[in-house]
């Protein structure tokens, strides 16, 4: 696992209390995580996630995953745990405006430390969010710790790929995404064995790489007059966000961070 220091919890949170999170809303709609709906639909297919279950969402952000679980496969109840206000409360008015509110429930804690009551859960879900927890081991425990006996932990996250970072690289990564740690497969499954999970997927999704040239073709071809609006008509920040982009780009092409898909079962 690759990590730094500088990058804390704070930094997160000012990431999707400012411009950077809406911009990220903008490339990837309501879903912020690479793949969107079609990526949702193959985790909670191959999890087995459906009617009638109640789940925890741990860094639940505006709270998209929460509503497609409880619209599109009829989960019956959801709680989303997440430290950053502002999206918190755009979920919070989303699901009320979407008549979801009765059904979903945001929780504003660390995730690491929910305050939630031990073994409840019938399956914990993430996606692409545990990469922002610096004390990922403590994450995953604590996943463990609130899904029942039986029940499944299913995430997808940004991973460290098999070629690896240099330490250069995994430095302006870090740095530029505000991720204080990056873990690869086989430490996610590690953690997970550790807290008494039989991990049935944990794999590449192979998503990455063209995922980050769609963002790319969409600010150049189609979105750039609203990306400037969100960061102020500021032309040069526009350029970095793309230069940085465009770095994440030939980092995945290379092999070196890719999407992890992962599905385990609490013994």
Same mark, same amino acid.
Not at 102 to 112: G, N, P, Q, S, T
């Given at each position: 696992?690759?990590?730094?220091?500088?990058?804390?919890?704070?930094?997160?949170?000012?990431?999707?209390?400012?411009?950077?999170?809406? &911009?990220?809303?903008?490339? +990837?709609?309501? $879903?912020?995580?690479?793949?969107?709906?079609?990526?949702?639909?193959?985790?909670?297919?191959?999890?087995?996630?459906?009617?009638?279950?109640?789940?925890?969402?741990? %860094?639940? %952000?505006?709270?998209?995953? +929460?509503?497609? &679980?409880?619209?599109?496969?009829?989960? /019956?109840?959801?709680?989303?745990?997440?430290?950053?206000?502002?999206?918190?409360?755009?979920?919070?008015?989303?699901?009320?405006?979407?008549?979801?509110?009765?059904?979903?429930?945001? *929780?504003?804690?660390?995730?690491?430390?929910?305050?939630?009551?031990?073994?409840?859960?019938?399956?914990?879900? /993430?996606?692409?969010?545990?990469?922002?927890?610096?004390?990922?081991?403590?994450?995953?425990?604590?996943?463990?710790?609130?899904?029942?006996?039986?029940?499944?932990?299913?995430?997808?996250?940004?991973?460290?790929?098999?070629?690896?970072?240099?330490?250069?690289?995994?430095?302006?990564?870090? $740095?530029? +995404? *505000?991720?204080?740690?990056? $873990?690869?497969?086989?430490?996610?499954?590690?953690? !997970?064995?550790?807290?008494?999970?039989?991990?049935?997927?944990?794999?590449?999704?192979?998503?990455?790489?063209?995922?980050?040239?769609?963002? !790319?073709?969409?600010?150049?071809?189609? !979105?750039?007059?609203?990306?400037? *609006?969100?960061?102020?008509?500021?032309?040069? $920040?526009?350029?970095?966000?793309?230069?940085?982009?465009?770095?994440?780009?030939?980092?995945?092409?290379?092999? *070196?961070?890719?999407?992890?898909?992962?599905? /385990?079962?609490?013994?």
């Amino acid at each position: 696992m690759k990590s730094i220091e500088s990058v804390k919890l704070a930094d997160v949170r000012e990431v999707y209390d400012g411009a950077e999170g809406n &911009l990220w809303e903008l490339l +990837m709609g309501e $879903q912020i995580h690479i793949g969107g709906f079609k990526s949702s639909m193959e985790l909670a297919d191959r999890a087995g996630i459906g009617a009638g279950q109640r789940g925890v969402d741990l %860094c639940c %952000c505006n709270g998209a995953g +929460m509503r497609f &679980l409880v619209r599109f496969r009829d989960v /019956a109840s959801m709680i989303g745990v997440d430290a950053t206000t502002t999206v918190v409360e755009r979920g919070r008015a989303r699901c009320t405006e979407e008549g979801l509110g009765d059904r979903i429930e945001f *929780k504003l804690a660390d995730v690491c430390a929910s305050g939630l009551p031990d073994g409840q859960a019938d399956f914990v879900w /993430a996606e692409d969010a545990w990469c922002y927890v610096e004390d990922k081991a403590k994450l995953v425990a604590e996943a463990a710790r609130v899904v029942k006996p039986g029940g499944t932990i299913a995430f997808t996250d940004w991973v460290e790929g098999p070629a690896g970072l240099s330490d250069e690289e995994a430095l302006a990564f870090l $740095q530029g +995404m *505000k991720f204080p740690s990056v $873990q690869d497969i086989a430490g996610y499954r590690s953690l !997970l064995e550790r807290n008494g999970c039989e991990v049935a997927v944990a794999e590449d999704t192979g998503r990455f790489a063209p995922y980050v040239d769609l963002y !790319l073709q969409m600010v150049d071809m189609q !979105l750039t007059y609203d990306a400037l *609006k969100i960061l102020g008509f500021d032309s040069e $920040q526009l350029g970095s966000v793309a230069n940085g982009f465009g770095m994440f780009g030939k980092l995945a092409h290379a092999g *070196k961070i890719a999407q992890g898909r992962f599905i /385990a079962r609490k013994r």
